[in-house]
């Protein structure tokens, strides 16, 4: 699988944005970048997926960039419950039935 | 409303003894997953199904088995074999029809040694 890299931590004030960076340069062309997060003490939850076009939805959006070598989880106003490990993962759809590969992902703290 | 359930919350086990972990899910998917994830760390893959009555070893099923015998249940059970078995478990399922579906995942067991 290909891998990505995220900071380890990054910190944000409540109500404003927050962009998460991922780098992935050895992204295939089938390679589908997903978003997941983890509040503490529960499981990962979806966030957003993307192929190469930007995506946005009610949690979040995604910023892919032209080369797909990286990408930027965008939250446009942080809360505090937006305070957990965010994950990017890189996901090939040809091996529909694998799991998801999670590395240690970025904890996001968000103060008031 | 629809969902995953992992019972029991936490878990401990004595030396020598094996223990099952359940995880139900109604949202009618094929596919479920075991993950092990310990302090500080990301999620690594025990075990794998993709359809009832088989099932696919991940990066680290030594000491661990599973069944699946309803397309629902996916239970885990943690064998003497394992040795550091303390750990925060989760099970996860998916829809593999219509490209691309999400994982959706439990709240987790958490297994402590006495």
């Known amino acids: 699988d290909a891998k990505t890299t995220q900071p380890n931590s990054m910190e944000s004030n409540e109500e404003e944005p927050v962009h998460l960076p991922c780098n992935h340069s050895t992204i295939s062309g089938t390679d589908y970048i997903h978003w997941y997060r983890q509040l503490p003490s529960q499981g990962p939850e979806y966030v957003i997926h993307?192929?190469?076009s930007n995506v946005n939805n009610r949690m979040a959006s995604l910023a892919i960039a032209e080369d797909r070598k990286s990408s930027t989880l965008i939250l446009h106003r942080a809360t505090l419950r937006d305070a957990a490990v965010y994950y990017c993962?890189?996901?090939?759809?040809?091996?529909?039935?694998?799991?998801?590969?999670f590395g240690k992902g970025t904890s996001l703290l968000v103060t008031p | 409303d629809g969902g995953i359930t992992q019972s029991p919350k936490y878990l401990f086990r004595k030396e020598g003894q094996n223990v099952t972990l359940s995880c139900e899910q109604n949202?009618?998917?094929?596919?479920m997953y075991w993950y092990r994830q310990d302090p500080g760390q990301g999620l690594r893959l025990i075990y794998y199904s993709q359809i009832v009555n088989d099932f696919q070893k991940g990066d680290i099923a030594e000491g661990y088995s599973v069944s699946r015998e309803k397309k629902e249940s996916f239970p885990l059970t943690v064998t003497s074999a394992q040795k550091n078995p303390t750990a925060f478990y989760l099970c996860?399922?998916?829809?593999?029809?219509?490209?691309?579906?999400?994982?959706?995942f439990g709240d987790g067991t958490r297994l402590s040694i006495l």
């Open positions: 996860a399922s998916r829809r593999l029809q219509g490209g691309n579906q999400p994982q959706h």
């Open positions: 993962i890189l996901r090939d759809e040809s091996n529909s039935g694998y799991a998801l590969n």
């Open positions: 993307g192929l190469t």
């Open positions: 949202l009618n998917h094929d596919a």
